[in-house]
């Protein structure tokens, strides 16, 4: 039976080749974004040359609104959830005494409350189905905090800290929650770096490079198979943190 996927911020980087991976094996994708239509659109034309078929949503998953419309979508038009991967998420780079409220509330809504709502709004479905996937999409900062992304590690640690006990709470209705916590990633994220950070971060990294997002979603898709895999923050890092 076709797997229904929801996996929100997938217009680029590692959400974009999430939904990519997973549309090519055959699983039926609704793939989110909030602002970046263009690059949306362009994905969906891709795999349509291969006769790949994707429903494109647009939603701020901030908004608890818009994120029970696009789950709403899902259901009228395939009637269940299978998947959900929480992907959406922002970074903030920036002196801790120079945040702000609207820097708190724009990095904590966009990474982790996205995720707690939805996935409160997926739940039900996959309880009634007895089986469900959900998947975080969260940081090594969630692990050991960065400097300079205090409040983007607060959201990553947060999103650990929902996953290890919705794994616990919904456990026994054969819903496997899990995290992937990547390292440094070649996505937008660090374009910001010159080349010479980036040299130095790969002197830091045990394997001495750059991690591509395939190898995040090669973990998706293993997660996805397995059925025994719960409540576990799977850090993909080169060997960078290693705990």
Known sequence: MEKIIIIT??????????????????LKVIANYNKSEKEMEELKLELEKKDIYIDIVKADVSKREEAKKLVQYALNKYKKIDILINN?????????????DEDWNNVINTN??????????VVPNMISNQNG???????????VGASLEVLYSVSKAGMNGLTKALAKELGPSNIRVNSIAPGIIQ????KD???????????????????????????????IEDNY?????ISINGGWVIT
């Open 9 to 26: 911020g997938a217009s680029r980087g590692i959400g974009k080749e999430i939904a990519k991976k997973l549309a090519l094996k055959g």
């Open 88 to 100: 959406a998420g922002i970074s903030e780079y920036k002196l801790f005494t120079d945040e702000t």
């Open 112 to 121: 982790l409350y996205s995720a707690f709502v939805m996935s409160q709004e």
């Open 133 to 143: 996937c959900i998947i975080n999409i969260s940081s090594i900062w969630g692990l």
């Open 187 to 190: 996505t937008d994220m660090i």
């Open 193 to 223: 770096f010159n080349s010479k950070e980036i040299e130095d971060i790969k002197q830091d990294i045990p394997l001495e490079k750059i991690g591509k997002t395939e190898d995040i979603t090669k973990c998706v898709e293993w997660l």
């Open 229 to 233: 895999t719960t409540g576990q923050i």
